[in-house]
């Protein structure tokens, strides 16, 4: 895996079986309930990719000690490095608590040469890397052979400690400001609930057809307010094949609108003789975009698709 770059003298490359046990999972007879619920936690692949942090300590299924005896499944004590192997290959958690896996996994028992904080954030930077060793002709997976002889570069033990201090002091600060974000997004939330029906200052409401509102407010329909409101075009008017890779006119499509702002990363564009014939469907700066769900049929532009010359590139 570190073979092709250039590492500090005293780091060494070695394969994954010198410096740890892999060992994989299985999982028991699921007709059998006397295998279940148990109490010994038993980790799938699908709760390693969804977790947020690096731990894992708990799991939705349990087993028990005769369901293990009759399975290949193991229990890993708690800092067992678990990487799942199959399907989606390369995830990778900490167990906080004593834990079995099922076969998707090849899990890491460190030696004292490894740290298990360090093999976490190795996998993680590899993951791409990890998932070429992989094969099957049914599903992709990477095997117990292939795990043991993946090559690594180990760094003298102290350094290790050190730069999973650092990693984890950044995942720290991330998960606190994804907090942070999460809160404020609530208080937007009930902001936005609170001054929009109720405005700011008012003291008397009144009843309405969209509920308790400010005796001053009116209630009003969309057609009332809006100068016009222009659809996008139909599939029959714009086709895949009508797109150009050469800029021409942008064409502003479902995944473009995010909550008031429109992203730029998956650009989109039309020629301008083409644009000319979708010349009802286009918007000017400053025009407002936005997308109306119809009944249960797919999500359609109700202000529009179109770019209006050069302001809509």
């Known amino acids: 895996m570190s073979d092709c770059i250039s590492l500090p003298k005293d780091w060494r490359i070695c394969r994954l079986e010198e410096v740890g046990e892999v060992i994989g999972g299985g999982t028991p007879d699921s007709g059998d309930p006397a295998y279940w619920g148990g109490g010994i936690a038993w980790a799938t692949p699908t709760e390693i990719t969804n977790l947020r942090s690096m731990f894992i300590s708990r799991t939705r299924q349990t087993v028990s000690e005769e369901g293990l005896r009759r399975s290949s499944a193991k229990i890993h004590p708690a800092g067992t490095v678990l990487i799942t192997s199959r399907a989606s290959i390369g995830f ?24 298990n904080f360090y093999l976490y954030y190795l996998i993680s930077h590899c993951q791409t890397e990890l998932a070429k060793l992989a094969s099957g002709s049914t599903f992709l997976e990477v095997s117990s052979s292939n795990m043991r002889r993946l090559r690594i570069a180990v760094p003298p033990l102290l350094e290790q ?45 009144k009843d309405s057809l969209v509920g308790r509102i400010p005796v001053e407010w009116e209630v009003r329909t969309v057609a009332d307010v809006i100068e016009s409101a222009i659809d996008g075009p139909f599939g029959s008017n714009l086709k895949t094949e009508h797109y150009v890779r050469v800029p021409g006119v942008r064409v502003v499509r479902l995944q473009n609108i995010g909550i008031g702002y429109l992203d730029g990363s998956d650009r989109a564009y039309v020629s301008e003789q083409h644009a000319r014939s979708l010349a009802r469907h286009q918007v000017c700066a400053g025009d407002r975009v936005e997308f109306l769900r119809v009944g249960n049929s797919a999500v359609k532009p109700l202000v529009p698709a179109g770019g209006c010359g050069p302001s809509g590139r």
């Open 92 to 115: 990778v958690a900490v167990n906080t608590i004593p834990m079995a896996t099922n076969q998707g996994f090849q899990s890491v028992r460190c030696s004292t040469a490894l740290h």
């Open 161 to 205: 400690r050190k730069i999973a201090e650092i990693l984890r002091s950044v995942d720290d600060n991330i998960e606190k400001t994804q907090a942070l974000i999460a809160k404020l997004q609530d208080l937007k939330k009930a902001t936005m609930q609170e001054v929009l029906t109720k405005g700011i200052g008012h003291t008397k409401f």
